[in-house]
């Protein structure tokens, strides 16, 4: 049962112990997450491929299926909707039923919604693959894809909400207030976005707003936000104290969400001056909240982090996506402007938040959430693949984020100066940065892999625990 | 619920992370301030003052130049407005014979040098016997638009029929204060239509 | 905190603020924007794309060529310059200049007090003319306010020099250059002071940066130019080179740089982006843009999408481009970047003849 916290004095009599309520949320929370983990895997290969188009064209040419122009995108969307999303769903379930100790509301058709999710990305992706792209980052899935995936998400957090209005302990720890702003902010913007890019079109280069707008919003706020919440519940937890300046927290989400929105279209062309400056100066502005809710994190670690480092899987991911969130915001604030505008640099920044930020935090916190859900263990079977996936994920990380910068520096030298010759600079020149991010969505691929397998042996020994007995 | 052996238990494995009391620090906000103010620094000197039409800073592009002359603005306008003679007098400008409507294409009373017997036409109308291009016709139909079009308006029509070269017409434009100066002349003569033996005395 | 309404509200109040900030403002500024006449013309920009380059826009969203091409134009600087066009009209004009060509005594005062490094030479009073009352004392006049020039120099420091270059000689062919790359400013108040002795001067442009230095357009591109796309396909990472002003571009400024070898440019433009498409390792052996070979077909198309066929380098056979080849090609070469508009104006001589209808096109010789 709950040990005494200072405030649940009502909760006690009326919550569902632990166990309780990760039983009700065994079915959606595996789903979602070995479909996500799944879409991680295909995601990473399909990214993979494109890269090896980068700096050898025949590679794979001749069917236009998987032209790079059409397999980039199906990457991105694929990891983005597929494993992003998906695996942010799962975290969000979890932490409502767990922070708000209740049973979640509807295992089953929340299970339905993400089979229907499941089923609008692949038609999306293969959409995409067909040709049927939109043409706007971030939102590639053609409508008939769009629609059926906006419809399983309504559900999806309409179930996420009601569990959370039947909450037992009232007090929404900082994790909910991400998740709660996560979950409300992604169909506005979806709906915004979309209406305004597949519905009723604005004319010229609003769309590119528009789109642009879209996308600091779901990385930034969605699923920094959802890499924020998961952060917030382990550390804590896995220090085994309590949060050290949950002010200072407050301060930095309600920050977060202020600003958080404003930032990422310094680099768009053609559209007058203002909105890149305003953007820009929201990418710098953005740092105070972000440092403020580090620091909070850090106040409440401080002094035992190498103990849980050598000691805890998950705090090993979350530290390295913690790390990440740092450096991805001061890269964007120095770096985003005008220099290394139009180059790999730019849109690195997509992979780096998608994959390294929510992607660690998310494979940390399923390191932990899959074998509670499972064997009852707090850690999966097997500590070797659960290190092979740490160690593949980080150095994907470093392979996809360095090789697209240092590309990016080479691009960024061409576009600066007209004596610099595109073919030899521009192309050639970073053909070798390219084959370091191939070696990066490799190292992702195995990560992917590695937590997969250990999934299937967490579910096989918890099979084998409650064999014969009805679940 | 089994223990994963090697490591030990971890103490609370089901207590939930808790908040302490109270915290809250003004540093970020005071960061934010400072950050703050960088930014609107930065939005001043490169924002270009929020205009849709600049683009970089610094690069100031001139007022554009006046888009056209005015005797093209002119016709422009009057090629719109000449609907409302268009029906008598056709689209085409060659007007009817059979129905006793004068042709404005070709016509001496159009493109005569000075517009002021035009300008008088079309404020006050014309009716009586009058020769164009060597026909007569004689029709009390048409109508005055000395109060249903302004000077503007009947400059700019007036400009398209002695300037349509479709027409075969290439006399210049007029300008909205001939108009205008002719108006205040002929007021008192307002609602009274023009013979074509009246308005020979006009130059 | 207990409230989830509360959170709900905070979000939707802050994701309220940078929607109208970064989605309603650019609409209600940009929004309006259309297809209008350019000024000083009844050019309407950017033109409706002709039914073969619409329908290539779609093959190029469907291929996905905006991954790797961006179709937008830089500049990093602009300067301004002051043309002489015409000496001025009657009024400010005198007979009596070399070849009996009119003079335009103000303007003589005007250019050098726009240009303090040339000389004003003195305009002797041609005999002819010594006997006309109306003309003879503007000589007079103009000696004196030249002599008064003079001294005015030397209070204000600036030294002239007393031979070399005239503005007599500058004002003598025209269009005559008088200043160049100055700032606006500069630029205006030459305007403004060669207008008021009567001439016609007008303002010129001089865009920079390394986009223009390229070859890839004569100035930056600018919302209005989008107007007619959608979806907008801006592009966002060059990993091939930007295609915004592709269908003017002259061959030297490509990637690969080629010359034409025919009097045909407009065809030899056409197939050689046609060869692109099929096998652009053909024409560029760096090149990393994948082969759309798919596009064309070995045997003949039917009568329909019948047309010519390619002849590919390196290869016995012509090969048949399909619709979609030619769709995406006729769209290609609707792409310019060098057409002077409001917001993003263009040095008048570097101005490429408009592009034929119906999918092919003259490029610009430089």
Redesign the interface.
């Known amino acids: 049962m709950t040990t005494a916290q200072p405030s649940s004095q009502t909760a006690c009599a009326t919550a569902p112990s632990a166990a309780q309520v990760e039983a009700s949320c065994r079915l959606p929370v595996l789903f979602l997450a070995f479909s996500g983990a799944a879409w991680l895997c295909a995601g990473a290969v399909l990214a993979l491929l494109a890269s090896v188009q980068l700096y050898n064209p025949a590679f794979m040419e001749g069917c236009p299926w998987v032209t790079y122009g059409r397999l980039r995108p199906a990457a991105v969307n694929a990891l983005a909707y597929g494993f992003a999303l998906q695996s942010s769903f799962a975290l969000a379930l979890w932490l409502i039923a767990r922070l708000g100790r209740v049973e979640l509301s509807a295992p089953l058709g929340l299970t339905i919604a993400a089979k229907f999710w499941n089923v609008a990305v692949t038609v999306g992706v293969f959409g995409i693959l067909a040709g049927d792209a939109t043409g706007f980052d971030l939102l590639e899935f053609p409508l008939y894809a769009a629609l059926p995936l906006f419809a399983s998400y309504a559900c999806l957090a309409a179930w996420a909400l009601v569990t959370l209005h039947q909450r037992t302990e009232r007090e929404l720890y900082v994790s909910l207030w991400f998740v709660v702003a996560a979950l409300l902010w992604f169909p506005w913007t979806l709906s915004t976005a979309q209406g305004l890019l597949l519905g009723w079109r604005p004319t010229g280069v609003v769309q590119a707003i528009v789109a642009g707008w879209f996308g600091q919003n779901l990385l930034q706020l969605v699923l920094t936000g959802s890499a924020l919440a998961v952060l917030f519940y382990f550390v804590p937890k896995t220090v085994n104290r309590p949060l050290a300046n949950p002010g200072l927290a407050r301060a930095g989400f309600w920050l977060l969400l202020l600003i958080g929105g404003w930032g990422g279209l310094a680099q768009l062309a053609a559209v007058p001056a203002w909105i890149p400056a305003v953007s820009g100066a929201a990418n710098f502005l953005v740092i105070v909240p972000v440092l403020a809710l580090l620091v909070s994190l850090w106040q409440t670690a401080e002094g035992k982090i190498a103990e849980s480092w050598k000691e805890n899987a998950t705090f090993r991911f979350l530290l390295v996506a913690a790390i990440l969130l740092l450096g991805v915001t001061l890269r964007t604030a120095f770096l985003g402007g005008a220099s290394m505008q139009f180059t790999f640099f730019a849109a690195a920044r997509t992979d780096i938040v998608l994959l390294g930020v929510f992607g660690l935090a998310a494979l940390g916190a399923l390191h932990h959430i899959v074998p509670r859900l499972t064997t009852g263990d707090d850690e999966l079977p097997s500590s070797g693949l659960a290190d092979l996936a740490f160690w593949a994920a980080v150095l994907g990380m470093l392979g996809v984020g360095v090789g697209f910068s240092l590309a990016g520096f080479g691009q960024g030298a061409v576009n600066a100066s007209a004596s610099k010759d595109f073919l030899k600079d521009g192309v050639t020149g970073i053909a070798g940065n390219l084959k370091l991010v191939t070696a990066g969505y490799a190292a992702l691929t195995v990560a992917a892999l590695a937590f997969l397998a250990n999934f299937g042996l967490a579910v096989r020994r918890c099979c084998a625990n409650c064999c014969g007995g009805a679940r | 619920m089994s223990q994963n052996k090697s490591k030990p238990a971890p103490q609370n494995a089901d207590a939930e992370p808790t908040m302490a009391a109270g915290g809250g620090s003004a540093w970020p906000f005071v960061l934010l301030g400072v950050v703050l103010f960088g930014c609107f620094l930065h939005v001043e000197n490169s924002g270009g003052a929020f205009r849709a039409d600049v683009y970089q800073v610094g690069v100031k592009v001139p007022p554009p130049m006046p888009n056209e002359p005015e005797e093209v603005k002119l016709y422009k306008a009057g090629a719109q407005l000449y609907a409302a003679c268009a029906g008598c007098h056709q689209p085409s400008g060659l007007g009817s014979d059979a129905l006793n409507f004068p042709p404005l294409a070709g016509s001496e009373w159009v493109t005569r040098e000075k517009p002021d017997r035009l300008i008088r036409i079309i404020l006050d109308a014309i009716e009586g016997p009058i020769t164009v291009k060597g026909k007569t016709y004689d029709n009390a139909a048409m109508t005055p638009f000395r109060g249903a079009l302004n000077e503007s308006q009947i400059a700019a029509i007036a400009t398209y029929i002695r300037g349509n070269k479709d027409w075969g017409n290439s006399a210049g434009h007029v300008t909205p204060a001939q108009v205008k100066a002719v108006m205040e002349a002929t007021s008192k003569s307002a609602g009274t239509k023009w013979r074509a033996t009246s308005l020979e005395t006009v130059p | 905190?207990?409230y989830?309404p509360i959170?709900?509200a905070?979000?939707?109040f802050?994701?309220a603020?940078?929607?109208a900030?970064?989605?309603m403002?650019?609409?209600i500024?940009?929004?309006s924007?259309?297809p209008a006449?350019l000024?000083?013309s009844t050019e309407i920009y950017p033109p409706a794309r002709p039914g073969l380059a619409a329908q290539g826009a779609e093959v190029y969203?469907?291929?996905?060529?905006?991954?790797?091409h961006?179709r937008?134009v830089?500049?990093?600087?602009?300067l301004?310059g002051v043309r002489l066009n015409e000496l001025g009209g009657p009024a400010s004009l005198v007979p009596g200049g070399a070849d009996g060509k009119p003079l335009n005594l103000d303007l003589l005062l005007a250019l050098a007090a726009v240009r303090h490094d040339l000389a004003i030479a003195p305009v002797p009073l041609p005999p002819a003319l010594a006997g006309d009352t109306n003309v003879a004392p503007k000589f007079g006049l103009f000696e004196t306010n030249r002599a008064i020039l003079l001294r005015n120099d030397v209070k204000s420091g600036i030294t002239r020099p007393s031979s070399g270059p005239t503005v007599n000689e500058l004002a003598a062919k025209l269009p005559a250059t008088i200043l160049e790359k100055v700032s606006?400013e500069e630029?205006?108040r030459g305007v403004k002071f060669l207008s008021d002795a009567g001439a016609k001067a007008e303002?010129t442009f001089y865009n920079f940066g390394?986009?223009l230095?390229?070859g890839w357009g004569a100035r930056?591109?600018?919302?209005?130019?989008?107007?007619?796309?959608?979806?907008?396909?801006?592009?966002?990472?060059?990993?091939?080179?930007d295609l915004a002003g592709l269908g003017t571009r002259a061959p030297e400024k490509f990637?690969?740089p080629w010359k034409y070898a025919s009097t045909n440019t407009a065809a030899e433009f056409e197939q050689h982006l046609l060869v692109h498409l099929y096998n652009?390792?053909l024409l560029?052996k760096?090149?990393?843009?994948?082969?759309?070979?798919?596009l064309f077909d070995k045997q003949k198309p039917e009568v329909r999408f019948a047309g010519e066929p390619l002849a590919v380098p390196g290869k016995d056979t012509p090969v048949f481009p399909k619709h979609e080849a030619r769709a995406l090609v006729a769209y290609l070469l609707t792409q310019r970047a060098d057409v002077g508009v409001?917001?993003?104006?263009v040095p008048a001589v570097a101005k490429a003849p408009a592009p034929k209808t119906a999918g092919t096109n003259a490029p610009a010789k430089p």
């Open positions: 905190m207990k989830g959170l709900g905070g979000a939707m802050s994701l603020c940078s929607w900030a970064l989605v403002a650019p609409q500024q940009l929004g924007l259309a006449a000024p000083n969203r469907s291929l996905g060529c905006a991954q790797c961006t937008a830089r500049q990093t600087q602009a301004y606006v630029g205006e303002l390394p986009d230095d390229r930056r591109t600018v919302a209005q130019d989008y107007v007619n796309d959608s979806p907008v396909l801006l592009g966002g990472v060059r990993v091939g080179p990637a690969a652009p390792r560029a760096e090149s990393i843009c994948p082969s759309a070979g798919y409001a917001d993003a104006p």
